[in-house]
C-alpha cells in the first residue's frame, strides 16, 4: 500500500513515445507563434473589456492598475516555471504529469483533478457569458429574437439555448476533427485583437487624470455581498473593499483574467521542438496579454470616475456613452465574441489533453485514452464536453467562478514547488529552458501563488475541498487499481540526458542509421510561410 500510494512516474517513461501504448500519438500542428495565438485565444476574452471597471468600481478604484500588476507579476513567476518544466517534460498533461514525475502519483492526481475542475467550471461558465453577451449584442444591433427564445437566451441560470448550443458546436467540431482550424483561430484572434487595439487608442483619447484622483481609495468594509476571504478569517478582519486590501482582494479576481498560458503546456505533444518552442510560446504570450490588459486597464480608469460606474452594466460600453462614443459599445460587443468564443474553444481542446492524459496513464479509464480515426482523443472530447454542457445547463454556474481560479492557483503552487524538486532529485536532466535567478523564482512563486490563494474566499475554499475529497476517493477506488505504472517494466531505465529526438518523419528529424535519407513527412513536404501547414 505504501510503496502504490509514493510511486513516481520516471521521466524516461513520461517522454518515451511507447508508454501506455503510445504517449505521443496526438499529430504534430504546432508552431511557436500558433502557440501564441493559443494563449491569447484562451487568456484574452470579454474579461479584458468587463474585469477592469468592474474591479475599479467595487474594489480597487484606479488603483485597479497596480492590481493588474499584482496579479500579472505572480503569473509570470508561475509562468517561468511551467516553463523549464515543459521543457523536460514535454507532454500533454501539462501540471498533472509534472506533478506525477516530482511529487507522485497521488499528488499527481490531485493535480488532474483541479485541472479538470478548473476547465469544467470555466468552459461552463464562459458558455453562459457567450450566451449574455450574444443576448445584448442583438439588442444593440437592434435584432429582436422570436418570442420563442427569448425567455431561453441570455439566462444566467437555467436552460439557455445559446449556452448549449456554442458548447455543442465547439465539441462536435472538436470530435469529429473538423475542429476550427488554426487559420480560423488566428483570423478569430487577429480580429480580437484589433478591437482591442481601437478600445485602447479611443479610450486614450478620452484620457482624463482627473478621473484617477485618488489613485487609492480610502478603504472600507465591504458590502454584505462580498465573502470573507481566508487571510480575513486568519486575522478576525471583515472584508475590506479600497485601500491597500482592496488592491490585494482583486488580484485574484484579476488572476482569472490571465489564466490560460499554463494550457499551452498541454499542447506539448502537438509541437514541433516542443522543449524550446513551448516556453517561448508561453512566455510570449503571457507578457502580450499582461501589456493588452493594462492598455485597456488604463483607458479604462481615465475615461471615466470610478464612482461613476454602475457594476451591472458593461463598464467599458458605459465608459464611451458617457464621453459620447457610443457606437464603441457595438464594436466591443463583437470583440467580445470572438473572445469568448475563442476562450471556449482553446478550453475544451485542454480539458481534453488532460482527461486523455489521464486516462493513458490508467486512472481514468483507458477508453478515454483513445485516438480515432479522426486523429483526436474523440471519446475525451465528447465525455469531458458532455460533462460541460450538462454542468452549464443545471448549476448556476456564474457563481462558481473563484472556483476556477482556485483550481487553477492550486496548479500554479504545485508546478512551482515542483522546480526545485526536480532539480534536486534529477539534476542530470538537461533543461532547454532554465528559471532563471536559481531557486528564488520558484521560491517567489510558491509565496505569490499562496497569497493569493489566502484571498479566495472562505465559501470557494469549501467547495474545492469538497472536489478534492470526492477526486481522493475516485482515486482510492479506481485509479490506484488501474495506474499505468503497475505495467512498466522495473528500474532501472535508460538515463535521459536531453528531450528525445522528434519522431522519424518529422521536420528536422534525423533518419535512422542505414535509412538512404529522411522520409517525407506524411503530411506532406515541410511548411512555407503562411502555407497549409494545418491540414489534416
Known sequence: MRDTLLRRLPVEQATRRDYGGGRHRLPVTYQTRDLVILG??????????????????????????????????????AALCYAELSSVVPTAGSAYTFGYVAFGEPVAWLIGWSLILELLLA?????????????????????TPPPALAGVIGQERGFDVFALGILVLLVAL?????????????????????????????????????????????????????????????????????????????APAIAFAYIGFDLIATAAEETEDAPRKVPRG???????????????????????????????RPPLAQAF?????????RVIDIGALLGLTTVILVVLISMTRVVFSMARDGLLPRP???????????????????????????????????????????AFLAVSAAVPVLRRGRPDLERPF????????????????????????????????????????L????????????????????????????????YGAPPPPGAPGARQHPMGPPPTRGGGRHRR
Not at 485565444?41 to 484606479?62: C, D, K, L, N, Y
Not at 457569458?129 to 437592434?142: G, N, P, V
Not at 508561453?282 to 480608469?301: Q, T, W
Not at 517567489?444 to 475529497?469: E, H, K, P, S
Open 321 to 329: 456613452a458617457e464621453v459620447g462614443a457610443e457606437p464603441m459599445g
Open 123 to 143: 468552459a461552463s461558465v464562459v458558455a453562459r457569458a457567450w450566451s449574455l453577451i450574444a443576448a445584448q449584442t442583438l439588442a444593440d444591433f437592434s435584432v
Open 282 to 312: 508561453m512566455l510570449a504570450g503571457l507578457l502580450i496579454a499582461i501589456v493588452l490588459y493594462l492598455g485597456v486597464a488604463v483607458a479604462m480608469v481615465g475615461m471615466i470616475s470610478y464612482r461613476e460606474l454602475d457594476p451591472a
Open 434 to 473: 532554465r528559471v532563471p535567478g536559481g531557486l528564488l523564482v520558484p521560491l517567489l512563486a510558491i509565496a505569490g501563488v499562496g497569497w493569493l490563494m489566502l484571498n479566495v474566499q472562505v465559501r470557494t475554499w469549501a467547495y474545492f475541498a469538497l472536489w478534492m475529497l470526492a477526486g481522493l476517493g
Open 174 to 250: 472538436l470530435a469529429t476533427g473538423g475542429r476550427l482550424g488554426l487559420r480560423t483561430l488566428w483570423f478569430m484572434v487577429l480580429a480580437k485583437l484589433i478591437v482591442i487595439a481601437l478600445v485602447i487608442v479611443g479610450g486614450l483619447r478620452f484620457f482624463d487624470a482627473g478621473n484617477l484622483r485618488p489613485f487609492v481609495p480610502e478603504g472600507r468594509p465591504a458590502g454584505g455581498g462580498s465573502g470573507q476571504t481566508v487571510l480575513d478569517a486568519l486575522l478576525g478582519g471583515t472584508p475590506q473593499v479600497f485601500g491597500v486590501w482592496g488592491i490585494v482582494a482583486a
Open 475 to 506: 482515486y482510492l477506488l479506481f485509479g490506484r487499481r488501474n495506474s499505468g505504472l503497475r505495467d512498466l517494466p522495473p528500474p532501472p531505465w535508460p538515463p535521459l540526458s536531453a528531450p528525445p529526438p522528434p519522431p522519424y518523419g518529422s
Open 40 to 77: 491569447l485565444g484562451v487568456m484574452i476574452g470579454a474579461g479584458i473589456f468587463r474585469i477592469s471597471g468592474t474591479q475599479a468600481a467595487t474594489t480597487a478604484g484606479p488603483a485597479v492598475i497596480v492590481s493588474f500588476l499584482l496579479a500579472g507579476l505572480v503569473c509570470l513567476l
Open 368 to 410: 478515454l485514452a483513445a485516438v480515432s480515426r479522426y486523429r483526436t482523443p474523440s471519446r475525451a472530447t465528447l465525455v469531458a464536453g458532455g460533462a460541460a454542457i450538462v454542468l452549464s445547463q443545471t448549476v448556476d454556474v456564474l457563481t462558481l467562478e473563484q472556483l476556477v481560479v482556485l483550481g487553477t492557483l492550486f
